[in-house]
């Protein structure tokens, strides 16, 4: 296997490197100040988008730095996973890089399901405009009745009534529902269906926002921040009534169409997670070097060094972990890369975490603040040990799929 990135991939991360130096990392510290000036509280129908969004949005755009997750080369860049994986990791040093490329989740999961499992008129009506950048989407998942880390707990129905589907349920953590450009949702429900297996009672159908009976509740904050103007919303459908072909590949297909959809986003998270983890490495050593206590430099007090040490030998372990599991999944697809998709999601949160908190911890009381993007990124990191299933069920995946290595697939309770 070889990890080496192609010479389409180096010069795509050239160009964006460069981008990000010349366009968004300059201006970084002044647009999120004046981001929450502009969307204080938590009344998301008040929120605006910052206009420097949408114009740095349409420069990457005209420079070809453009929906570079996709592997189409007709409507993406045509890179493969292990191709895209180190982009991914340079746009993961900035909070806002992803959305100026059009590279940001929930949007880029959502329009790989779309390309992958929607219908003509489906990709017409929603995968272009997304593609375009001109709206935003949300996936609709987790409920707050139930624990969602097993997905087969939901309550949320989508049933089929004469020639239409009929929506009920509450969902939440719905991220980007506060964003005025989100214009539809993709609602994952049980389709009931006796003679079905247990992961072909789900599906998903996709649902403009403005449709009857889509209410939003409120957006609920991590860490007390809501993140504006994107939001993480409260949503609930009351009866709901869509025509049949609302329903992306048909009834019942929801859990054969999640791991289609969640395969390449971890990675992509993952890899986010590890430029994110870079960034804050170099803030912990320019602060460290640059800060006198007690006669020292920080970066020579309280074992710093080692935590300088101990970060670098854990992004690139996470690094090393995600490009296989990359390789794999392009290689032999998501069956077989299973185990390292898991592991990755596992890992490279958690390291995030960790690195983050070093780096909080050398800046004192400025890193608790919004002077530095350590705060955005310690959300970011546990927030995602959470996210797209919990640690735990990714390591009970690892150990069932290792024990039926020995034979020993089941479970004794």
Known sequence: MNFEPSA?????????????????????AQHWAEVRALNEGGDWTKWRIHPRVEALKAKARAAG?????????????????????????????????????????????????????????????????????????????????????DATNMQATAVVQGDEVVLNGRKWWTSGLGDPRAKVAIFMARTPNENGSRHAQHSMVLVPLDTKGVEVQ?????FGDYDAPHGHGEVHFKDVRLPLDSFIAGPGRGFEIAQGRLGPGRIHHCMRCIGAAERALELMIDRGAARTAFGKPLINLGGNRERVADARVAIDQARLLTLHAAWKLDELGALAAM??????????????????????????????????????????????????GPDEVHKGLIA?????KRGHSRRSE
Request: aromatic content about 8%.
């Open 8 to 28: 389409k991939s180096r010069d795509f991360l050239e160009r964006v490197t460069r981008f990000m130096d010349e366009e968004i990392v300059p201006i970084e």
């Open 65 to 149: 730095l453009w929906n570079l997750f996709l592997p189409d080369p007709q409507l993406g860049a045509g890179l493969t996973t292990l191709e895209y994986a180190p982009i991914a990791e340079q746009m993961g040093r900035s909070l806002m890089a992803p959305e100026i490329f059009n590279c940001n989740a929930p949007d880029s999961g959502n329009m790989e399901v779309l390309y992958r499992y929607g219908s003509d008129a489906q990709k017409k009506r929603w995968l272009e405009p997304l593609l375009a950048g001109e709206i935003r989407s949300v996936f609709c998942m987790t409920e707050p009745d139930v624990a969602s880390s």
């Open 218 to 222: 409120r957006m609920v904050p991590v």
């Open 339 to 388: 185990t390292e998709i898991a592991a990755i999601k596992v890992v490279a949160p958690s390291m995030l975490q960790k690195v983050v908190d070093d780096a909080i911890q050398v800046h004192g009381g400025a890193g608790l603040s919004h002077d530095t993007l350590l705060t955005g990124f310690y959300a970011q990191a546990r927030a995602l040990r959470l996210a797209d």
């Open 400 to 404: 069932k799929l290792e024990l039926g």
